[in-house]
Nanobody, 125 residues
Framework: QVHLVESGGGSIQPGGSLRLSCEIG????????VGWFRQASGKEREWIVG?????????YYADAMKGRFTMSQDPAKNSVFLQMSSLKPEDTSTYYC?????????????????WGPGTQVTVSS
């Protein structure tokens, strides 16, 4: 059974950095995808990044998210991370860790079918 739990959210000032963590269970190494999404209040969910659950494969980033967001993984510790930098007020959202069993579609947001409960990030001065 897939198990995803995010942590590391909070309040931060513009320009700051934050690292989110996702504890993962039930996702087979290099046989599934993991990724991050976000959803701001009243807006549609946005895909940030996705890739093979692996410590050797490079992830795919949404064009609008390249540069300030970096996903890293430590499957040995059942963890995936999202490093965020130069945060802006418009980055305020609930951030979700997600997984997909469709290995060939890690860069396809619609393929993600398992979700964590989310962690809130608020960027404000």
């Amino acid at each position: 059974q897939v198990h995803l739990v995010e942590s590391g959210g909070g309040s931060i000032q513009p320009g700051g950095s934050l690292r989110l963590s996702c504890e993962i269970g039930g996702v087979p190494y290099r046989r599934a995808c993991v990724g991050w999404f976000r959803q701001a209040s009243g807006k549609e969910r946005e895909w940030i990044v996705g890739g093979v659950y692996s410590d050797v494969d490079s992830p795919y980033y949404a064009d609008a998210m390249k540069g300030r967001f970096t996903m890293s993984q430590d499957p040995a510790k059942n963890s995936v991370f999202l490093q965020m930098s130069s945060l802006k007020p418009e980055d305020t959202s609930t951030y979700y860790c997600a997984a997909s069993r469709t290995l060939a579609r890690c860069s396809t947001p619609e393929s993600y079918e398992y979700w964590g409960p989310g962690t809130q990030v608020t960027v404000s001065s």
